[in-house]
């Protein structure tokens, strides 16, 4: 007993330890994956060697949401390693591209130069009474509404713009619902998908928002790694070795097995037994019934 | 005597099982091979051509194309003896004949002699050199000298002189000229002794003149000169120390002579000499006893020397008209050819250097039209029976085919121009006609007589050697698969070419003969000298309903000049006949056609073509056509790849054109929305939608546990793949770290990037297929060191809750809603990758006429095979160890690599040389598509990649069908009789 209480003893430490390591690695786990909304934590990341990421992880980084009528200038644009890139829209009319709103986002650069964006938000500009009847006047025309963003976000005049565009009238609901998803590589813009929030039906019915504020939803997308069975050749051996056995399937009863054929088999036994019960059946009866023909024969001749 | 009842039961069932098994076998068996398939050779477009002149033995000529071959021919029937495509990236300049036994060539701007021998065309040695510059090289063969034993093989490029020896390609000796930018234009031997003259150029105007003994590559003179004005290059070298060059302005030659080491020369305007010249002058390589030949854009002009003084004029020809090499008939004397256009005819007339006011042969030729003018002549002399000289000449065309001429007359032709294909589409056949004229039937029943004469002299051995043919030609003709009308099947169909020369060529399905050419006037090289390019092949319109009794049409899109903003040409042709049927010139260039699915009343498909500017044009040009096309105009969008600014761009159209109102049928557009890919991490690499004709079964996929999965079918979907650029280069320049592969998943008019994925360490070239909801793409594991194939499917999860039955019988579903790409669509998204073993040179996907057939992939290998692959191995939810349900929907075990199965082979033993394209055309049998393959050769097959599941197959005896059910109703009678008679018997007893 005592033996084994102190054994429990030794455990114990090393049970705790485990325990500490686990936490530490699930602190780990979850560092890597808060780091987006965690703004402590950003420039000891920076500093640290990124591990890569699990392919499992969603591609969404970022999903900041902010209604435009209450916001205030985003906080951090003081900070160095924060950027600043502008939103156009078209209202058609010839008016050509106007900013419209403003991506506010922090720059994360990574051990081996490459850097990337996170914490993108966004703030919309209200909508000026001019624009409002341009954006009326897209819903009659259904026209559509174009968006721009620059290419590359750390030098907005080198490179060329980004366009986006849907019919007007997919956007208004209730207020003015967009959805913009934003495909990076690095610093730079790839595409941005324009879009309403639920579905756009078509026929497209005329709608004219009864709030004039945008609510939007803004997605960062970077890319997704190709997925390719990469420890097949192990898994194949673990099958092989161990697994397989697991996935024979179970031993069939007797009955589950040969019911095809034994079912026929019991069919004609009892048809042999009832053919050879009738025989004799048959037998007796014919003699039987013998004598009873031969009455009426007899019958007459007693007449 | 019928057979008894149990004997026949065992032959029903006999035949019941041999029929099984014919359905069963998938491949072809050697005695099967070209039933249903057939295989053209061709070389391309001769660029040079080299007789043997080697007395005895087979005549034959061995020529280099346009398409990088090497070709030895028979001269009696145009045959190919042997033949090797060599690969693009090693372009072969030169071919010369040397010792009578080796074909030596030089590619790759001079640094590789090769030698082949000539009676199999057997590899016989290799040589690299050394050169200093991608200049333009020469070869010249030493011609068999008494002094130099080896036969040297003279190779310049450059500044470098190399001396190879043509039995071992040995280097004797090489030399390198020390003057500054010298760069050799042309090589002279002696004929006396073993000097070898070298004329180069330094700089512009510098001329530089080195004699040089040919057995040490010593110089053994040289003399230099400054002209006063630049040269262009071209010049021509006599023997008697007369240089013949062009100015740089092309208007004025310089007449050089030198004598020892002085140089002293003459500037002649050719316009003192030559009335109405203009254009581009060129000198044509034609130099013996003081005659050169001069081009100008309207005339060849044969001009004689005349010291040092000028040139004479001796004979003009119009173009196009064109000139031989002069060709050595005896000690003295040369021979040349000029072929000319008289009238429908050309005239073939030889001539004499020594007598140039003599003609040895002057005969005119009777030639298919639509041939084109003459480009390329190459004489050849023969001893005739009279012992006299006989001459006979292989004459290139505009449509780029191959002639001999002899005795007035083509002796052969081959259709060369059938090598390099631009684009393919596929057309019906007439359909049969039920009632037929009295004058018909006439004409046939005398044609039947004749042909049953024929047959009948064929069967008693009466017949002669040209009725022979005749038979042979009519069963080809009546042969059911050489029909020309519409078979039940769609088996035979027109499969209409487009060439780069401009020609259009109808060959049947059947056994690939030509049924109709057309080269396109509209596409023909003008005298001013801009060279049309043929673009595309549409179908114009297909006769249906209301306009059935017409033909049907095809369009041909093309380019007036090389460059991208040329006027655009268009030409309409009936496809059964091959007649222009309208012929247009644009006003504006063509940088995309699209083919609409909408109508004219008169059945005309609406095309429109976008030019340089991102103007769309309306074609045809009808009020008709443009009702039909406004009322779906806002319905329209078009997306175009520009690779060089790595963007992709999507645009709508608008009403009017900016610049001109008053044209209606064009429309502006406006860009709806861009993707730029950051040049400095990736380049678009390849881009690819789905097939417009391309049929659908079934939107939905029943998967193993009983579940639906909805494909998502957009005809506006595209696949990209872009790479890095330093993984841009040849497999190997990059390492596996800095290569990647990102495949992209676009729709074409919101611009949405639906799926996004990164291949690291991987790199192109990629090819890649799009079909139905999945996309097939093939590129380069730098990680593994293999090649992979990789697939996507998409699926539709906004359809996804329609599983509900009594939703669907309710209407509560969304299934028959209308898609519009402006919803954010939920997509799901598998994908999974393979190894496979070989690299492709090009990649399609069956088509079946319904749909309903599974697919197989076409891989075009790098052996110049196509592998038929089957969807199912490509299909990413295989897994190691499917499930029994999984296993039952067919779903095979997740392996490492694509099997290669042998058999699977569509091309069998054949190749398709130069392979560049694959082209799947459905036949009206669902289980059967029609394989058409494309590259130097021609490859037509027939294919069932779920096997023939809906029709017996060739081999299907009807025959015993006929005589099984004959017997049984004769064992049916019999055993009736016999059963008659046992009653009858049974009721007397």
Redesign the interface.
């Given at each position: 007993m005592a033996a084994r209480r102190r054994s429990l003893l030794m455990l114990l430490p090393l049970l705790l330890l485990l325990s500490h390591f686990l936490s530490l690695a699930a602190a780990f786990e979850s560092d890597e994956l808060l780091l987006h909304d965690d703004d402590e934590f950003e420039g000891t990341r920076a500093s640290s060697t990124p591990s890569p990421r699990p392919p499992s992880t969603p591609p969404v980084v970022t999903s900041s949401r902010r209604r435009s009528a209450d916001t205030t200038q985003a906080a951090g644009a003081s900070e160095s390693n924060t950027v600043q890139f502008t939103l156009e829209h078209d209202l058609g009319a010839g008016l050509g591209f106007a900013p419209a709103g403003s991506f506010s986002a922090r720059l994360k650069s990574s051990a081996h130069g490459s850097q990337t964006l996170t914490k993108l938000r966004f703030t919309r500009n209200e909508l000026s009474e001019d624009e409002k009847d341009a954006f009326k006047k897209l819903l009659e025309e259904?026209s559509?509404y174009?968006i721009r963003l620059p290419?590359?976000v750390l030098d907005p005049t080198r490179?060329?713009?980004?366009?986006?565009?849907?019919?007007a009238r997919?956007i208004p609901r209730d207020s003015l619902d967009e959805?913009i998803?934003i495909?990076m590589?690095?610093v730079?813009i790839?595409?941005v998908?324009y879009?309403?929030?639920?579905?756009?039906?078509?026929?497209r019915p005329m709608k004219v928002p009864s709030k004039w504020t945008f609510n939007s939803y803004t997605i960062l997308?970077t890319?997704?790694?190709?997925?390719?069975?990469p420890s097949?050749?192990e898994?194949?051996i673990e099958?092989e070795s161990g697994?397989g056995e697991v996935?024979k399937p179970p031993e069939k009863s007797f009955w589950a097995k040969y019911w095809m054929y034994i079912i026929p088999l019991g069919l004609i036994v009892m048809n042999a037994v009832t053919a050879a019960a009738n025989i004799p059946e048959e037998q007796a009866g014919g003699q039987g019934r013998a004598p009873a023909q031969r009455a009426p024969i007899a019958a007459p001749s007693r007449r | 005597m019928a057979l008894p009842p149990r004997q026949l039961l065992l032959v029903l069932l006999g035949f019941l099982v041999a029929v099984s098994l014919a359905t069963l076998a998938a491949a072809v068996y050697a005695d099967q091979v070209g039933l249903a398939d057939w295989h053209q050779k061709y070389i391309g477009k001769v660029k040079q051509a080299v007789y043997h002149t080697q007395k005895s033995g087979r005549r034959r000529v061995v020529v280099l194309t346009e398409e990088n071959v090497i070709a030895s021919l028979d001269l009696r029937s145009g045959d190919i003896f042997w033949r090797h495509v060599i690969e693009k990236n090693n372009p072969i300049d030169q071919l010369s004949l040397s010792a009578g036994k080796y074909v030596v060539t030089l590619s790759s701007g001079g640094s590789i002699l090769r030698a082949w021998n000539l009676p199999d065309g057997q590899m016989v040695w290799e040589t690299n050199i050394q050169t200093s510059s991608a200049s333009k090289s020469l070869l010249h063969v030493l011609s068999n000298s008494k002094v130099v034993q080896d036969n040297l093989v003279l190779v310049l490029a450059g500044q470098w002189i190399y001396a190879i020896s043509s039995i071992d390609g040995l280097i004797s000796w090489g030399k390198e000229f020390t003057l500054d930018g010298l760069e050799i234009k042309q090589v002279v031997q002696s004929p006396e002794n073993d000097i070898v003259y070298v004329v180069g150029i330094a700089g512009s105007s510098k001329l530089a003149v080195y004699q040089l003994n040919a057995k040490t590559g010593e110089i053994v003179k040289d003399a230099q000169e400054s002209l006063p004005d630049g040269l262009c290059g071209e010049m021509l070298l006599g023997s008697s120390n007369v240089l013949v060059a062009l100015d740089e302005t092309r208007s004025a030659l310089f007449i050089v002579e030198f004598k020892g080491e002085s140089i002293s020369y003459n500037k002649v305007q050719i316009s003192e000499f030559v009335q109405d010249f203009s254009g581009m002058v060129k000198l044509l390589p034609l130099m013996s006893n003081g005659i050169i030949a001069l081009q100008s854009s309207s005339t060849v002009s044969l001009l004689k020397l005349k010291g040092m003084n000028g040139l004479e004029v001796i004979h003009s020809f119009d173009r196009p008209a064109s000139v031989s090499d002069a060709l050595t008939i005896t000690e003295k004397d040369e021979a040349f050819a000029i072929v000319q256009h008289v009238g429908s005819q050309i005239e073939f007339i030889v001539k004499v250097t020594s007598d140039l006011t003599n003609e040895i042969i002057r005969e005119k030729v009777d030639i298919d039209q639509h041939r084109g003018s003459v480009e390329k002549v190459f004489l050849n002399n023969y001893v005739r029976t009279d012992k006299s000289h006989g001459f006979r000449a292989l004459v290139v065309m505009e449509d780029h085919s191959l002639l001999l001429i002899q005795q007035g007359a083509v002796v052969w032709s081959r259709e060369d121009g059938l090598a390099s294909i631009v684009d393919v589409m596929a057309s019906e056949l007439p359909v049969e006609k039920d009632g037929v004229s009295v004058a018909d039937v006439e004409h046939n029943l005398f044609e039947w007589l004749k042909g049953h004469v024929l047959k009948l002299k064929g069967t008693l051995m009466l017949a002669s050697v040209d009725e022979l043919a005749a038979i042979q030609a009519l069963r080809v003709r009546s042969s059911e698969k050489n029909k020309m009308t519409r078979d039940h099947n769609g088996f035979r169909k027109l499969l209409i070419v487009l060439t780069k020369a401009g020609k259009v060529i109808a060959l049947h399905t059947g056994d690939g003969r030509i049924i109709w050419s057309n080269l396109l006037p509209s596409l023909r090289a003008s005298k001013s000298g801009e060279m049309p390019s043929a673009l595309r092949i549409y179908q114009w319109q297909v006769p249906h309903h209301r306009v059935m009794r017409e033909n049907p049409s095809i369009l041909v899109v093309g380019r007036s000049g090389a460059s991208s903003v040329a006027p655009g040409v268009l030409c309409i042709l009936d496809s059964y006949s091959g007649e222009e049927l309208n012929s247009q010139r644009f006003d504006h260039s063509v940088a995309q056609i699209i083919p609409l699915i909408l109508k004219d009343s008169s059945e005309q498909r609406l095309h429109l073509i976008v030019d340089s500017n991102s103007n769309a044009h309306l074609y045809p040009r009808s009020p008709d056509a443009l009702n039909s096309f406004m009322t779906e105009m806002?319905n329209q969008y078009f997306y175009s790849v520009d690779i060089q600014?790595n963007?992709i761009?999507g645009y709508?159209l608008q009403k009017s054109c900016d610049f001109d109102s008053g044209d209606t049928y064009c429309f502006s557009t406006?860009?709806?929305?861009?993707?730029?890919?950051?040049s400095d991490?990736?380049r678009i690499s390849v881009s690819e939608t789905r097939k417009m004709n391309e049929v659908v079964h079934t939107q939905a996929k029943i998967i193993a546990d009983q579940d639906v999965m909805y494909k998502y079918l957009s005809k506006s979907l595209i696949f990209v793949a872009t790479v890095s650029p330093k993984a841009a280069g040849e497999i190997g320049s990059a390492a596996p770290e800095e290569a990647s592969l990102?495949?992209y998943l676009i729709d074409a008019v919101?611009?949405?990037?639906l799926?996004?994925?990164?291949?690291?360490g991987a790199q192109g070239p990629v090819h890649s297929v799009v079909s139905e909801n999945w996309v097939v793409y093939h590129y380069f594991n730098l990680r593994a060191h293999r090649f992979e194939i990789?697939v996507i499917e998409i699926y539709d999860q906004?359809r996804a809750d329609n599983k509900d039955v009594l939703k669907l019988i309710l209407g509560k579903h969304n299934l028959s809603?209308?898609?519009?790409s402006?919803?954010?669509p939920e997509v799901m998204v598998k994908?999974?990758?393979y190894f496979f073993t070989h690299s492709v040179k090009a990649m399609a996907v069956t088509q079946t006429a319904k749909g309903i057939t599974s697919k197989q992939l076409l891989i075009g290998t790098i052996g110049d095979q196509v592998l038929a692959l089957d969807k199912r191995f490509l299909d990413p939810r295989r897994s190691?160890?499917p499930t029994q349900q999984e296993k039952e929907e067919g779903i095979i075990p997740?392996t490492?690599y694509l099997p290669i199965i042998p058999q699977s082979y569509v091309t069998h033993s054949l190749q398709v040389e130069a392979l560049r394209g694959i082209v799947s055309i459905p036949a009206k049998l669902e289980s059967t598509t029609l394989v058409f393959t494309y590259g130097v050769d021609l490859f037509y097959t027939r294919l069932a990649p779920s096997r023939t599941y809906d029709s017996l197959t060739d081999e299907f005896s009807y025959a015993l069908l006929l005589i099984t059910i004959v017997a049984l109703v004769a064992a049916l009678f019999v055993t009736w009789i016999w059963s008659e008679k046992k009653e009858l018997r049974d009721k007397w007893r």
């Open positions: 259904d559509f174009t290419s590359n490179h060329d713009y980004i366009y986006s565009s849907i019919k997919c959805h998803v495909h590589d690095g730079n790839l595409a998908n879009g309403s929030v639920g579905g756009c039906q078509y026929p997308k890319a997704d790694q190709a997925p390719r069975t097949f050749v898994q194949l099958t697994l996935m | 806002s600014k963007a761009r709508s406006r860009l709806l929305w861009s993707i730029i890919f950051p991490a990736e990102m495949a919101s611009g949405r990037i799926h996004r994925m990164t291949h690291h990789a906004s809603a209308p898609m519009t402006y919803s954010r994908s999974q990758s190691v160890n997740l490492d």
